[in-house]
């Protein structure tokens, strides 16, 4: 599921919302970002088309409809992590690493939690 950099911010508000109606999805973009209502509705359209998003017509109002994520958050995050992985170090997260943390400012607890992360991956590996 290819979500675009524009598209996010709409999954945000379904993600965070759980369900959002279009007037409720573009006024919370549009206080966010500099966009026009009708561009957030084409976004919206197009999302429903990747199949990202699902809607239900209101029971008592056929004009109102009401959005909802169909993609997990989560999920779209892990794609979204792999694509720029690809992308930008063709795949060697060693090397993205390095050059994240080679330029962050870290703190020790931040450095002993990154420690732990590592030390259970290289657990998991070992016993693989």
Excluded: C
């Excluded at 008592?60 to 992308?87: G, P």
């Excluded at 063709?90 to 962050?104: H, I, T, V």
Aim: aromatic share 8%.
């Amino acid at each position: 599921m290819n979500i675009t950099e524009a598209e996010w911010p709409i999954m945000r508000v379904l993600w965070e919302n759980g369900s959002a109606t279009a007037a409720e999805i573009v006024d919370s973009v549009m206080s966010e970002r500099d966009i026009a209502m009708r561009t957030v509705k084409t976004l919206l359209r197009r999302l429903i088309a990747k199949k990202a998003v699902a809607y239900a017509i209101d029971p008592d109002d056929s004009r109102i409809y009401h959005y909802r994520a169909t993609v997990k958050k989560e999920d779209a995050i892990k794609t979204k992590n792999r694509k720029f992985l690809d992308s930008f170090y063709q795949n060697n997260l060693s090397e993205l690493l390095g050059k994240f943390l080679g330029d962050a400012d870290m703190t020790e607890e931040q450095i002993t939690d990154l420690q732990k992360i590592l030390d259970t991956k290289k657990k998991r590996n070992i016993r693989k």
